[in-house]
C-alpha cells in the first residue's frame, strides 16, 4: 500500500508539468507602451502569435506598475469611435491577434509611476490553456517599434 501511495504521489507530481508542457505556445511580439503619467492611465500594444493547433484565449493581465490592467477593444460607430471592456480576448489556433491603435488595448488604470520614453512596464499575462507569459512593454515616443529586420508581418 505504501508502494502505491508513493506512486501515485509520484504521477500527480508528474502530471502538472506534463500538461504544462502542451500548454502556453503563445509568443507576445512587439510589446510597447506610450509615456503617461502617475495616477492615470496607460496603455499596452502588442500582437499575440498562437503557434499551437489550439485557440487560446487571454484572460487576464496583471503589472506591478498599475492598479489593474484591463483589456478593450476600439470600434468606429457611427462616425465615433468607442472602446468596451473584454473579459477574454481570443488568439486563434495558429494565428495572431493584434493589440494597437484602434484595436485591441490594454489600460493600464492606476500607474504607480511615471512612464518616460525608454522605460520598460513589467506586466505578466495569464491565458486559458493555464500558460502564464512575462513581458516588457517598451515606452516608445508615441510610436509602434520598428519591427525586428527579417520578421514576418
Known amino acids: 500500500m505504501k508502494q502505491t501511495l508513493i506512486a501515485a504521489i509520484a504521477l500527480a507530481g508528474l502530471a502538472a508539468p506534463l500538461s504544462a508542457l502542451g500548454a502556453g505556445k503563445v509568443e507576445v511580439l512587439q510589446p510597447w507602451s506610450r509615456p503617461a503619467v502617475a495616477g492615470t492611465t496607460g496603455i499596452g500594444y502588442m500582437v499575440l502569435a498562437n503557434h499551437s493547433a489550439s485557440t487560446d484565449a487571454l ?14 477593444a476600439s470600434a468606429m460607430s457611427g462616425g465615433i469611435m468607442t472602446m468596451q471592456r473584454e473579459d477574454r480576448v481570443t488568439v486563434p ?14 489600460m493600464l488604470i492606476g500607474l504607480t509611476r511615471t512612464l518616460k520614453t525608454g522605460d520598460q512596464a513589467p ?13 516588457m512593454f517598451q515606452v516608445t515616443d508615441g510610436r509602434p517599434p520598428a519591427p525586428p529586420a527579417g520578421a514576418k508581418p
Request: avoid cysteine.
Open 59 to 72: 484572460e487576464k493581465v496583471e503589472s506591478p506598475l498599475a492598479s489593474r490592467v484591463e483589456m478593450h
Open 123 to 135: 506586466a505578466t499575462l495569464s491565458f486559458a490553456s493555464g500558460a502564464r507569459v512575462k513581458v
Open 93 to 106: 489556433a495558429g494565428g495572431r491577434t493584434v493589440f494597437g491603435p484602434g484595436a485591441y488595448h490594454l
